[in-house]
């Protein structure tokens, strides 16, 4: 049974910084991307990054770019997602996605949204 797990999330100040996990049980990461994705209240779930299985190239929305940072350490080690200079707007839950296939690419999954497995996510909150 494939589980995903998130941690790391919480209040902070703006300008501040979080580290977002995802961990996995039941399924190896390594060989799929992974992707990020973020749903504020009111809001549809959107993608934030997604990073590829085959060369740790990787994906970023507009919003973020320049600001969050997606790596994989490998031998089954997390996910994770580095978040600086954050803002209110980043307030959200943030979660952890796999797709259905080892093929599926990063375009497919963080712009088509090709996800078959989420974690039950962190919220993320932004606020002085």
């Known amino acids: 049974q494939v589980q995903l797990v998130e941690s790391g999330g919480g209040l902070v100040q703006p300008g501040g910084s979080l580290r977002l996990s995802c961990a996995a049980s039941?399924?190896?990461?390594?060989?799929?991307?992974i992707g990020w994705f973020r749903q504020a209240p009111g809001k549809e779930r959107e993608a934030v990054t997604c990073?590829?299985?085959?060369?740790?190239?990787?994906y970023y929305a507009d919003s973020v770019k320049g600001r969050f940072t997606v790596s994989r350490a490998r031998a089954k080690n997390p996910v994770y997602l580095q978040m600086n200079s954050l803002k209110p707007e980043d307030t959200a839950v943030y979660y952890c996605?796999?797709?259905?296939?080892?093929?599926?690419?990063?375009?497919?999954?963080?712009?088509?949204?090709?996800?078959?497995?989420w974690g039950q996510g962190t919220q993320v909150t932004v606020s002085s």
């Open positions: 996605a796999a797709p259905p296939s080892v093929r599926t690419t990063m375009q497919a999954m963080c712009i088509l949204k090709v996800v078959d497995y």
């Open positions: 990073i590829s299985s085959s060369d740790d190239s990787s």
């Open positions: 039941g399924f190896i990461l390594d060989y799929y991307t």
